[in-house]
Nanobody, 124 residues
């Protein structure tokens, strides 16, 4: 089994920044692809960013230039730096992982494993 735990969510004003962290534990050796997606109430899941098992990153066009995905592979940590936040970014944010070497792209929303999510609320 693989466990993922997100931290770093919270409330912030428009234009602010947050950095989400995800800790990977359990059978970490089977994980290759990792990513972030979000879901707002009444809306579909939206893929945000992904990082392949070889370290190649991709970021969705909708957040490109504002969100950055990074990883501390040795410490089983995944990050999502979010800058210049806007109210439309309000959602539950999830960290996710997959045994596939390559993710399906930044818009991937289906993974074998995901965390419980962390809420991000952006006020105007």
């Amino acid at each position: 089994q693989v466990q993922l735990a997100e931290t770093g969510g919270g409330s912030v004003q428009s234009g602010g920044s947050l950095k989400l962290s995800c800790t990977l534990s359990g059978m970490t050796y089977i994980v290759r692809c990792m990513g972030w997606f979000r879901q707002a109430p009444g809306k579909e899941r939206e893929g945000l960013a992904a990082i392949d098992g070889d370290g190649v990153t991709s970021v969705a066009d909708s957040v490109k230039g504002r969100f950055t995905i990074s990883q501390e592979y040795a410490n089983n940590l995944l990050y999502l730096q979010m800058d210049n936040l806007i109210p439309e970014d309000t959602a539950m944010y999830y960290c996710a992982a997959d045994p596939n070497l390559y993710c399906s792209g930044s818009n991937q929303v289906t993974y074998d494993f995901r965390g419980q999510g962390t809420q991000v609320t952006v006020s105007s």
